[in-house]
């Protein structure tokens, strides 16, 4: 499949790989239920006799005093053979010499029939309940076959022998012709007398040491097998049939960075306000605590460290992700700088320049809008300019948090992703593509930047949390996402 439908070897791979547990649980399942069938069946046990067919006279021939197998056809003299050993009137005297309850149908289908090749050899193949049954009713069959075949002969030979007669009988009595004709009859009568069969039963059929069917291991590991590749035909025909991303899983597999922090989808605040406070979801502060402390526990040695946050696409929460975080370890006591590198849509200078808003009023918190450096208004893309401005920006700050423009769509963040320490990944399980979160790695990945994580926005919000929201939030109050 193409990499532009999103599913290539590598992502066939990880979707293997996310969904290995339901993979090996249809595998055991399907196995578990072959086994279980096989070993409820009764046993079956095959024998093979094997049978050598030559040509069967024939009257003309005969009278002649030649040979029938000279002209014929190998392929259609094996077909003859094989469907001859098939005829009811074969049955019939096998069920006749057995004694079995067991159907002239039920003993055709006992029986399979197989020529070796072009060879004037067949195998003829019997499946019963035992294994003695089972050499009994082969062995038995070929003998019958030989029988048939003696009759067919000596019937031949009879006709033979009327029709020379009835020459005679036209024919002057006492002449030269008569004489050679009536000897020609001597000879075939004794012929006739003496003839057995044109086949001959090659090897008896022996009893089996093993039951034939069932197989159990066999039929488990090849419904296994069958069930497992059918299965993994069906996730990626979704896969490529379906662009999202299902679940958590299956993005961890493609994309194999740590979840640094799983924000709800919930009502949340214009507004920065500690945890308990009104009108905030507690769970939307807490999972941003948990993103606090995993940054944090990034600045190695205490040392400023900038981060840049992106997503693959316009509206996943990144810049709503900046100005939270950035106050948040504000809250922290440590020195923030927040800096907005969206020059396609900056918009993070309107958390903080609200009336009332609390993070904008912080000492220990610096909001650096996109007018306010002139790298930022020259809009460049060069790694060693930005490079420059982030150290400057290290001396006044433990964290430098940056927003950038989606990483997936403007060429200018792959360069702020490049310059950064580390860069964080904001996805909308709800809304992410396959293709646009590969073109978004792979862009991360030319430019060499260290994700250090991913955040999943948005996600279900049906997990308990310690503190209780105290009162509603207003509708006026609720952040419009401006991503």
């Known amino acids: 499949m193409s990499r532009s439908a999103g599913v290539d070897l590598s992502n066939v791979l990880a979707l293997v790989k996310a969904r290995a547990g339901l993979l090996a649980a249809i595998t055991l399942i399907a ?15 095959e024998a093979t006799a094997v049978l050598l067919f030559g040509g069967t006279p024939q009257a003309e021939t005969l009278i002649d005093g030649g040979s029938s197998d000279s002209d014929s056809d190998p392929e259609q003299s094996t077909a003859t053979n094989v469907a001859l050993a098939s ?4 049955a019939f005297r ?3 010499r057995l004694r079995t309850d067991a159907t002239v149908d039920e003993l055709k289908d006992a029986v399979d ?5 072009l060879s004037d050899l067949v195998d ?8 003695d049954g089972a050499a009994r009713v082969a062995t038995t069959f070929a003998e019958e076959v030989v029988a048939l075949r003696r009759q067919m002969a000596r019937a031949e030979i009879q006709r033979a022998i009327n029709a020379l007669n009835r020459t005679i009988a036209r024919l002057p009595e006492g002449s030269d012709e008569v004489a050679a004709l009536e000897q020609r009859v001597s ?9 057995t069969s044109d086949v001959r039963l090659a090897e008896r059929a022996t009893p089996p040491d093993e039951p034939s069917s069932p197989r159990p291991v066999f039929n488990a590991v090849a419904a296994g097998l069958v069930a497992l590749i059918v299965a993994v035909s069906a996730l990626v025909l979704r896969a490529a049939l379906d662009p999202r991303i299902r679940d958590e899983r299956e993005l961890t597999a493609l994309l194999p960075a740590p979840v640094l922090a799983r924000i709800p989808r919930v009502a949340r605040s214009w507004r920065f306000l500690p945890t308990g406070a009104r009108g905030e979801d507690s769970s939307f502060y807490e999972a941003i605590e948990f993103l606090r402390l995993n940054v944090q526990r990034f600045r190695p040695g205490r040392e400023s460290v900038v981060l840049a946050v992106t997503s693959p696409t316009a509206g996943d929460g990144k810049t709503t992700l900046v100005a939270w975080l950035a106050q948040s370890l504000a809250f922290n006591e440590a020195d923030v700088v927040a800096v907005d590198c969206d020059l396609k849509r900056p918009m993070l ?19 650096v809008r996109a007018g306010d450096e002139d790298m930022l208004l020259l809009n460049l893309t060069g790694q060693e300019p930005l490079q420059d401005m982030f150290d400057e920006l290290r001396g006044s700050a433990d964290y430098v948090v940056v927003d950038t423009s ?20 904001i996805l909308d399980l709800g809304r992410l593509r396959r293709k646009e979160l590969l073109v978004a790695t792979e862009q991360l990945a030319n430019a060499r930047a260290n994700v250090i994580g991913v955040v999943l926005n948005r996600v279900s919000s049906d997990l308990p949390t310690y503190y209780s929201a105290v009162g509603q939030v207003r509708e006026s109050d609720i952040a419009p996402n401006p991503e």
Do not use: C, M
Not at 31 to 45: I, T
Not at 87 to 90: G, P, Q, R
Not at 351 to 362: A, D, H, I, N, Q
């Open 31 to 45: 196995a578990g239920l072959a086994l279980v069938v096989s070993l409820a069946q009764s046993e079956r046990y």
């Open 87 to 90: 005829l009811d009137s074969v």
């Open 94 to 96: 096998v069920k006749r």
């Open 113 to 117: 029939i197989e020529a070796q090749g």
């Open 124 to 131: 003829l193949t019997a499946e019963w309940s035992t294994a």
């Open 187 to 195: 000879e075939l009568t004794v012929l006739r007398a003496v003839q």
């Open 349 to 367: 200078n309107t958390y903080f320049e609200g009336p009332g808003e609390v993070g904008g009023g912080l000492p220990n918190l610096r909001v």
């Open 406 to 425: 989606p990483v997936g769509s403007v060429a200018h963040a792959s360069a702020v992703a490049a310059a950064a320490d580390g860069v964080i990944l």
